[in-house]
DNA sequence: CCGAATCCCTAACGATACTG
DNA sequence: CAGTATCGTTAGGGATTCGG
């Protein structure tokens, strides 16, 4: 059981990690499906998708829809606390272009 | 080799990790020896504080200064680019207390 | 006082194959 | 199409001990 007092460490919690800031910066645009996000996330395998998706949603920054069709159809979504993240990353992008413009690994 | 063309995964690159957030707002408030960061920093390690540090110094974020005293004495600070940083965490905080006042694990 | 060196553990990430 | 299931790899972090 641990505390986080610290609301810049509370937000890393949430967005950190290798992939969540580009899923949450694809479904800025809008509503996409599964298989649209893997198209636009380059190198990621659906295992670890479906892994970030779900941590996503029950930190409540995204809702997850299911369609009963066939073939199957799963759209996400952002929610309002998922779209209020936008100031966020805008700062984020707006330090990285000035101090970033590309970085090497 | 990798590239990122993402400023925001970029900045996510620098800033990322469970200790850097704390040790870059820590020297947001001026100089710090490394006891002084320790001390400000609860339950992190010496061996981890001392690679962060070493991490955000090969970044450009901020300097180390090591004076030749008996007992010796190695001081923080941060550069422009770090401070510059200051920004970027104020839109954090402002969305982890809007959304993650405590953030329970 | 400020580390370096060593060893260890776990969570995150990934490759691949299979399924309703 | 949108996932599971399984297994393997790896990087980050931690405990402890030693040294200038």
């Given at each position: 059981?641990?505390?986080?007092?610290?609301?810049?460490?509370?937000?890393?919690?949430?967005?950190?990690?290798?992939?969540?800031?580009?899923?949450?910066?694809?479904?800025?645009?809008?509503?996409?499906?599964?298989?649209?996000?893997?198209?636009?996330?380059?190198?990621?395998?659906?295992?670890?998708?479906?892994?970030?998706?779900?941590?996503?949603?029950?930190?409540g920054?995204?809702?997850?829809?299911?369609y009963?069709?066939?073939p199957?159809?799963?759209e996400?979504?952002?929610t309002?606390e998922?779209?209020?993240?936008?100031?966020?990353f805008?700062?984020?992008?707006?330090?990285g272009?000035?101090?970033?413009?590309?970085?090497k690994?």
């Amino acid at each position: 059981m641990e505390f986080y007092d610290c609301p810049v460490t509370a937000t890393l919690e949430v967005i950190g990690g290798k992939w969540k800031p580009i899923i949450l910066y694809v479904l800025m645009s809008g509503t996409k499906r599964f298989g649209a996000l893997a198209v636009r996330i380059p190198n990621i395998s659906r295992k670890v998708l479906t892994e970030q998706l779900r941590e996503l949603e029950s930190d409540g920054l995204l809702i997850r829809r299911k369609y009963k069709e066939i073939p199957p159809r799963v759209e996400y979504t952002l929610t309002p606390e998922g779209k209020s993240l936008w100031d966020v990353f805008n700062e984020m992008a707006i330090w990285g272009n000035n101090n970033r413009r590309i970085v090497k690994k």
